[in-house]
């Protein structure tokens, strides 16, 4: 039997959510059934000396083709040149993640005669409606879009009147701490206890608003003896800084920035507590990994927060923008170290058990299988 040509496409490989699970999907294809090839949207030196996905790709064998797209100008240029790529590889389908990507990989995908095109939507991007107007336009291009989450599908149907039986639903994938259990709270080193986020520092993840009003919340009574680290970089962090320094000192004092740290996934995995106040999402990934190593969670109800939590949701859960919810669910979780265990052991079990990569993969499979 021979292999089938996998297309798989994506904007970036820098590291983040979308980009992680695109390699764990490259990375975890059975290679019995199918051959590889991705092709990168940007340029190999906008991930020269940047943490990136590309190591993880290549030590796989895994051929990666960079297309240096770097504007609207380099559009056409870029169509062309995956359009010869993928007429090259022979390619029996196309994936790909995130607009851009998805974008000028459909139109490519066409010219070259590629006879599945499927799209990831990562996100319900509720900030671009430019963004929602081209892909409604060019969805005729699309064969299949597959989902991250059920309420990113949703979006699609209601904000592009894409047809049900066009939209599938793959959740992201996760794996297990390395030591195989959760990790001992950061509190036991240094005997404050630690809320945590992490992500990029943009508007979307909704760190204005939080901060904003933390002096209510972190300098409450309740929590005199908690601190809130944040691990991540992007362009809103002077903004975020400035926001701080207005805090009253006592509350400034315990807030940290630790910039991006390659060990993310490790810390959020020993705070007390996970802090995600985002305006919306697809499904993210520090949800699920904070999920996997057994902790407690304070999220809003961003896109695929509610699935990720199951039926444990509601005491983790809280409307964005909605300051006395999220106070009220804020006090209850750093004023009870059972009820913070308890969802943690919940979490983690659900987690494991409903998001492997494994299973992830195994959808993916599925859907290209569908017409082999």
Known sequence: MSKINAALCITELAVGGAEKAFAELAVGLNRERFEPAVYVLRGEKYHDGNPSFLPKLRKAGIPVFFLDVGGPFSF?????????????????????????????????????????VFSGIRVADRQHPLHLLLDRLTSRLVDRYLCVSRSAADFLARAEKIPAEKIAVIPNGVRPP????SSPSLSSENGEKQILFAGRLVWQKGLDWLLSFADAWLGAPEAREWTFAVVGDGPQKRKLEKIVARLTPET????????????????????????????????PNVLLEAAAAGRAILSSRCDGAEEILGDRSAPQTF????????????????SSGDARADLGRANRARALDEFSFEKMTARYEAEFLADF
Do not use: C
């Open 252 to 283: 400034a004092r315990r807030v940290e920035f630790l910039g991006w740290r390659p060990d993310a996934a490790a810390l959020a995995a020993r705070a007390d507590l996970f802090l995600f106040p985002s305006r919306y999402e697809g499904m």
């Open 319 to 334: 409307a964005f923008g909605d300051k006395e919810e999220f106070l009220e669910k804020f006090k209850h979780l750093i």
């Open 76 to 116: 056409a240029r870029g169509v062309s040149r995956l359009t010869r790529l993928l007429k090259e590889q022979n390619a029996d389908f196309f994936l790909s993640f995130m607009f851009h990507a998805n974008l000028l990989g459909r139109f490519a995908a066409r010219r070259a005669g590629v006879p599945r």
């Open 178 to 181: 390395e030591s195989g259990a």
